[in-house]
């Protein structure tokens, strides 16, 4: 398998625009993680699915963030409009089981909203 | 100038030498908990797991012991290698990551 596949790697985009960002999880895995790290905050957990269903969406930060799930094999995180201080570097990760096995992770996308 | 951001706590260790990592959770019901490297521009890779039925476990060159009483972790790397400088973190069952270390390896 080729792993957690996140596109794109890098998003250049204007403050108010709508961002797409995109996972592939690894193929069987039931439980899908979204992440974004920064230099402030640190790798913080947005949401998780498991079985396509969101579980736990406590640190997605505001209305503008929303993260689907419509099947098994992708999930998309969008924000919508974007600000500056949405710049992150943001991880799709997916494991097995949802909490006693480890999670893989993606490469990241590094968003850049100007 | 002014500094911005989270502080990593940094370790510094000569090539060679033997590396421990320290966590601390707050949660008593955690039962799982993981360590992870990121290196610079990757995404997190696991290292290491351990339940709280176990106090340690061991891997290749690493070890991790977990302390209940106190509510501690802790990662071992033995003849840590330049290849181990990394950020290093500690997650629970919750997937709620700790801030990270730094393991800086000198040659």
């Known amino acids: 398998d080729a792993g957690v596949i996140q596109s794109p790697r890098h998003e250049v985009t204007e403050m108010g625009q709508e961002v797409t960002l995109r996972c592939k999880p690894i193929?069987?895995?039931?439980?899908l993680f979204w992440y974004r790290q920064t230099m402030m905050r640190g790798l913080e957990l947005l949401i998780y699915?498991?079985?396509?269903?969101?579980?736990?969406d406590s640190g997605m930060p505001e209305d503008r963030f929303s993260a689907k799930m419509p099947n098994a094999s992708f999930s998309t995180l969008k924000i919508q409009p974007s600000e500056p201080r949405d710049s992150a570097v943001y991880f799709c990760a997916s494991s097995l089981e949802s909490q006693h096995t480890e999670a893989f992770f993606g490469q990241g996308t590094r968003l850049t909203v100007v | 100038g002014e500094s911005v951001g989270l502080h990593l706590p940094t370790l510094s260790v000569q090539e060679g030498d033997n590396s421990i990592i320290n966590c601390a959770y707050s949660n008593s019901a955690s039962d799982y908990f993981i360590w992870y490297k990121q290196e610079s521009g990757k995404g997190p890779q696991f290292i290491i797991d351990i339940r709280s039925n176990m106090d340690k476990r061991q891997g290749q060159r690493v070890t991790v012991l977990l302390n209940k009483t106190v509510k501690h972790l802790s990662l071992q790397i033995a003849a840590t290698q330049p290849g181990d400088s990394a950020v290093y973190f500690c997650?629970?069952?919750?997937?709620?990551f700790g801030a990270g270390t730094i393991l800086r390896v000198k040659s």
């Open positions: 997650a629970d069952k919750s997937r709620v």
């Open positions: 193929s069987g895995h039931n439980s």
């Open positions: 699915f498991n079985n396509n269903v969101p579980i736990d």
